[in-house]
């Protein structure tokens, strides 16, 4: 059965729904999507998370019609075969709070439960959400999530002198103590150096045999997504812990809040207190 899937523009549902209508196709609305079209040789299912996946034999012959030379583009890690690992990670780009990353591993079946669950990049969902979907991926896959909180994070910054050799064994501990749960034998990760043997050189003996899939928005590809949603998840929560310990509602990201509550933070403990809640080669650690 022909397959096609690709991302689209939300906005423009209500023309999408117009084309399968053109083709006389009944129409439903399962949880999750926006709607659902059958017609004569084709289902056409447009997910809230921006997807949509056209089926049958007919496929072909329908994204000719009515897309000619330039249908949407193809999410390139849909043609990553299943089952594989996708990894991600969260409060990189956060003063206060640690680096999560995590690690799932998918089946195609697992892959199209957690689609259908509303499972996408993290950054598109609220907190709530993420929190509720994290119980469902964790329900449903295997999966690993390492946290380096700010004081161990800042001894390996110091160490390693670049972040993105940081995160770089920060992916590769995830990848390995996974491959200890599975018998996988591709991955996938946000390429976030120039170099993509950053992350290769820091693979112990087992992670170099697996077959280490690099790109730009990895975070299309469902096992990547639900990886991006454990790590947040888990962000969200030691923020949470923070906040209650020390009494201040801490800001997520970067910015003139964050220094102003940094600076807060420093005549209340002392500034060397920030480097128990903060990543110190942030330049908001200097302005403090």
Not at 59 to 78: M, R, V, W
Not at 267 to 273: A, L, V
């Amino acid at each position: 059965m022909n397959t096609y899937s690709a991302k689209f523009d939300t906005s423009k549902v209500q023309e999408y729904k117009a084309l399968f209508e053109k083709e006389n196709a009944t129409f439903c609305a399962p949880q999750y999507m926006y709607f659902q079209a059958r017609g004569e040789g084709f289902s056409a299912s447009f997910y809230q998370s921006g997807k949509f996946v056209i089926q049958g034999k007919n496929t072909d012959k329908i994204i000719s019609k009515y897309f000619g030379e330039n249908p949407p583009q193809k999410d390139s890690a849909l043609n990553v075969p299943y089952p594989h690992i996708g990894i991600d990670e969260s409060g990189k780009g956060d003063f206060f709070g640690p680096l999560v990353i995590a690690g799932a591993h998918l089946t195609q079946e697992n892959a199209q439960k957690l689609e259908k669950a509303g499972v996408c990049d993290s950054k598109k969902l609220s907190d709530k959400k993420i929190l509720e979907l994290e119980k469902t991926i964790k329900s449903t896959a295997a999966f690993e999530v390492v946290t380096v909180n700010p004081k161990k994070y800042n001894e390996l910054y110091n160490s390693f002198k670049n972040l993105n050799r940081l995160l770089a064994w920060g992916h590769a501990t995830v990848l390995e103590n996974l491959l200890k749960k599975t018998d996988a034998k591709i991955a996938i990760s946000d390429q976030f150096a120039a170099n993509e043997n950053v992350i290769l050189s820091a693979l112990k003996e087992k992670g170099k045999t697996i077959k280490l899939i690099q790109q730009t928005k990895a975070e299309s590809d469902i096992a990547v997504a639900a990886a991006s949603i454990l790590a947040r998840a888990e962000f969200v929560r030691r923020i949470s812990s923070l906040s209650y310990d020390y009494e201040i509602n801490f800001k997520k990201g970067c910015n003139d809040e964050v220094l102003k509550q940094a600076k807060q933070i420093a005549q209340k403990f002392g500034k060397e207190e920030l480097k128990n809640i903060a990543k110190t080669h942030f330049k908001t650690y200097e302005s403090v």
